[in-house]
């Protein structure tokens, strides 16, 4: 593979990065969809069969987020962007799958929640979202036009459409490296983010424990704690090495 010049990143970060803050992921033997049925709290009918359950369930993640703090892997993606356009003249684009405030917390700035986050709330009614630090319930009247009833935690449900798509393929599009971070790859769209940044000739690679579901399709992977592999990654790329002898 020729060392080709790099410009703008694109990073696509999941569970996986959180973790060793202590929030669970959502896929093993102590993972969240092992304790909940996703047909209970991450779907459109069980907001509609039972809104307390679904509100209860959110307000407690929200409240568990208060000590939480970054790890190392959300500092390395903070350092990356602040520091990558000075050494490339490119950019850094952040999406994540998580719904945590980990990399807000970090220093990142626009950070693309793809699939919602909790410290966000929306109107079903006027499409209004704001900033909700507190409780959600579902007879709180909406902020934007006054009705009740169509307050919700901004979680993007299964079966629906997540957030900035648009956006975050105008990103990938123009993209020349692609790292996924802490994501098991089994969640369209953002398992095919991979194939879309190939396509579009960027080295892509993923960091996680281990070979996520679609491993095969990025050039190389970091196995081990995102906390170790992936500060030494990004040192080594503002350093000035190529990409190609980083793998
Ligand atoms: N370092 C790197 N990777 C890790 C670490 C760690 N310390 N700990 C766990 N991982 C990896 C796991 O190996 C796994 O591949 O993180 C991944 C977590 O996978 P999931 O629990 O499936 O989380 P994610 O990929 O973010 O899920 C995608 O599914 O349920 C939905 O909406 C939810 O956003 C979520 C989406």
Same mark, same amino acid.
């Given at each position: 593979?020729? &060392?080709?010049? !790099?410009?703008?990143?694109?990073?696509?970060?999941?569970?996986?990065?959180?973790?060793?803050?202590?929030?669970?992921?959502?896929?093993?033997?102590?993972?969240?969809?092992?304790?909940?049925?996703?047909?209970?709290?991450?779907?459109?009918?069980? !907001?509609?069969?039972?809104?307390?359950?679904?509100?209860?369930?959110?307000?407690?993640?929200?409240?568990?987020?208060? &000590?939480?703090?970054?790890?190392?892997?959300?500092?390395?993606?903070?350092?990356?962007?602040?520091?990558?356009?000075?050494?490339?003249?490119?950019?850094?684009?952040?999406?994540?799958?998580?719904?945590?405030?980990?990399?807000?917390?970090?220093?990142?700035?626009?950070?693309?929640?793809?699939?919602?986050?909790?410290?966000?709330?929306?109107?079903?009614?006027?499409?209004?979202?704001?900033?909700?630090?507190? &409780?959600?319930?579902?007879?709180?009247?909406?902020?934007?036009?006054?009705?009740?009833?169509?307050?919700?935690?901004?979680?993007?449900?299964?079966?629906?459409?997540?957030?900035?798509?648009?956006?975050?393929?105008?990103?990938?599009?123009?993209? &020349?490296?692609? !790292?996924?971070?802490?994501?098991?790859?089994?969640?369209?769209?953002?398992?095919?983010?991979?194939?879309?940044?190939?396509?579009?000739?960027?080295?892509?690679?993923?960091?996680?424990?281990?070979?996520?579901?679609?491993?095969?399709?990025?050039?190389?992977?970091?196995?081990?704690?995102?906390?170790?592999?992936?500060?030494?990654?990004?040192?080594?790329?503002?350093?000035?090495?190529?990409?190609?002898?980083?793998?």
């Amino acid at each position: 593979m020729t &060392d080709k010049i !790099l410009k703008n990143i694109v990073i696509l970060t999941g569970a996986g990065i959180s973790a060793e803050s202590g929030i669970p992921v959502f896929r093993s033997e102590s993972g969240l969809w092992e304790h909940e049925r996703i047909e209970d709290v991450c779907v459109p009918e069980a !907001l509609q069969r039972n809104p307390q359950k679904v509100h209860a369930f959110y307000n407690k993640m929200r409240r568990s987020l208060a &000590d939480k703090k970054p790890n190392d892997a959300h500092l390395a993606v903070a350092k990356l962007q602040h520091e990558w356009p000075h050494v490339s003249g490119g950019s850094v684009t952040l999406v994540t799958q998580n719904i945590d405030d980990l990399h807000e917390k970090a220093g990142s700035v626009e950070v693309i929640h793809m699939h919602g986050a909790l410290l966000s709330a929306r109107c079903e009614f006027c499409g209004a979202s704001w900033c909700q630090n507190k &409780d959600t319930s579902p007879g709180q009247p909406c902020p934007k036009c006054g009705k009740i009833g169509g307050v919700r935690p901004d979680i993007v449900f299964f079966e629906e459409m997540p957030h900035d798509m648009e956006l975050i393929e105008r990103a990938l599009a123009k993209c &020349d490296l692609f !790292l996924a971070v802490g994501t098991s790859g089994v969640v369209y769209p953002a398992a095919g983010f991979c194939r879309f940044a190939k396509n579009v000739g960027a080295t892509c690679l993923e960091f996680n424990l281990d070979k996520s579901a679609v491993a095969s399709d990025f050039d190389s992977g970091f196995y081990g704690k995102a906390s170790e592999t992936l500060p030494k990654f990004v040192d080594a790329l503002l350093s000035g090495n190529k990409v190609t002898s980083l793998f």
